[in-house]
């Protein structure tokens, strides 16, 4: 049967991309940031996932104010990356597992989850830029991926709470899947961060913490929050956050820390960073 390993939730900033793409990593701005992403870059070769169900969101890239799915999730066997105005960035197709995908559809929608299935769709910096931190450059992303885009960009988003059960449903999902995989669940976006309006460039580092201290053993509390509070407190796009929480969902309600990280700023975003291992039920 497959099973859930483990849970990594990062922020997905484009200009880290950038950094990558254009080998910035070790300028003095940067630096500070990839030495937090050096830890899961060597737990990463040691677990080897079979798949990673990646949680993530679309920025107007896929989808545009024509139409804005709450959930979708990629069905397809491959996904682009895409171009946000200065080119695709130079990194790999992303290959997908349909009928993992397909069984996880049929099981979250029988389980009142209402999916959007998505067959053909390019991918922005929100799932490639979490990639590159982990797997850094590479020819070929080294498992497959299965994209699962949460509206966080058009009002209204969904509830943490919504979000915290979609995780539930997730994980019975996974393990119900006959073949033996080792699956990661990804949980992308966030911190604290406002890009536009009067309070552009917004941080919250007090938020920040407190969201990380809770979603590690707290979550039932965390996913109370509603969503009103994310927006006051993290700033408009701190909204991202909600999506930790169908990762923390997925996992055990006991896992074990193995990494957290911190740091201020990049871009405009306050970056987090958590490594969690399943410890058995
Ligand atoms: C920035 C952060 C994001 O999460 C995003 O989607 C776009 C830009 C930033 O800080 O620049
Ligand atoms: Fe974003």
């Known amino acids: 049967m497959?099973?859930?390993?483990?849970?990594?939730?990062?922020?997905?900033?484009?200009?880290?991309?950038?950094?990558?793409?254009?080998?910035?990593?070790?300028?003095?701005y940067w630096q500070p940031v990839f030495k937090g992403y050096e830890y899961v870059k060597a737990w990463i070769k040691e677990q080897k996932p079979d798949v990673i169900f990646l949680v993530y969101n679309d920025?107007?890239?896929?989808?545009?104010?024509?139409?804005?799915?709450?959930?979708?999730?990629?069905?397809?066997?491959?996904?682009?990356?895409?171009?946000?105005?200065?080119?695709?960035?130079?990194?790999?197709?992303?290959?997908?597992?349909?009928?993992?995908?397909?069984?996880?559809?049929q099981s979250l929608i029988q389980d009142n989850f209402d999916l959007t299935?998505?067959?053909?769709?390019?991918?922005?910096?929100?799932?490639?830029?979490?990639?590159?931190?982990?797997?850094?450059?590479?020819?070929?992303?080294?498992?497959?991926?299965?994209?699962?885009?949460?509206?966080?960009?058009?009002?209204?988003?969904?509830?943490?709470?919504?979000?915290?059960?979609?995780?539930?449903?997730?994980?019975?999902a996974i393990e119900s899947f006959p073949e033996d995989l080792k699956v990661q669940v990804w949980g992308t976006g966030g911190m604290s961060h406002q890009l536009q309006g009067a309070r552009a460039g917004l941080i919250n580092k007090a938020f920040d913490n407190d969201f990380l201290d809770?979603?590690?053993?707290?979550?039932?509390?965390?996913?109370?929050?509603?969503?009103?509070n994310y927006v006051r407190e993290a700033g408009s796009e701190g909204i991202e956050l909600v999506m930790w929480l169908i990762m923390r969902g997925a996992l055990n309600d006991e896992v074990e820390l193995k990494h957290r990280f911190y740091h201020v700023p990049a871009s405009n975003t306050a970056v987090g960073h958590l490594v969690l291992e399943n410890k058995p039920s």
């Open 214 to 228: 809770r979603i590690i053993d707290k979550a039932d509390e965390l996913a109370q929050v509603p969503h009103i």
């Open 117 to 172: 299935i998505i067959n053909k769709m390019d991918v922005d910096h929100g799932l490639t830029v979490p990639l590159s931190l982990v797997f850094g450059q590479v020819e070929e992303w080294p498992c497959l991926i299965i994209p699962f885009a949460v509206n966080v960009v058009l009002y209204p988003p969904p509830s943490g709470q919504r979000c915290y059960d979609l995780g539930k449903a997730l994980r019975k």
């Open 2 to 28: 497959a099973k859930i390993t483990a849970g990594v939730a990062t922020s997905h900033v484009p200009a880290i991309g950038a950094a990558i793409d254009l080998s910035k990593t070790e300028q003095p």
């Open 59 to 105: 920025h107007a890239t896929a989808f545009d104010m024509n139409m804005i799915p709450t959930f979708a999730i990629g069905c397809a066997p491959e996904f682009k990356p895409a171009d946000e105005g200065w080119g695709a960035r130079p990194v790999p197709t992303v290959k997908g597992h349909p009928q993992l995908a397909a069984h996880i559809t």
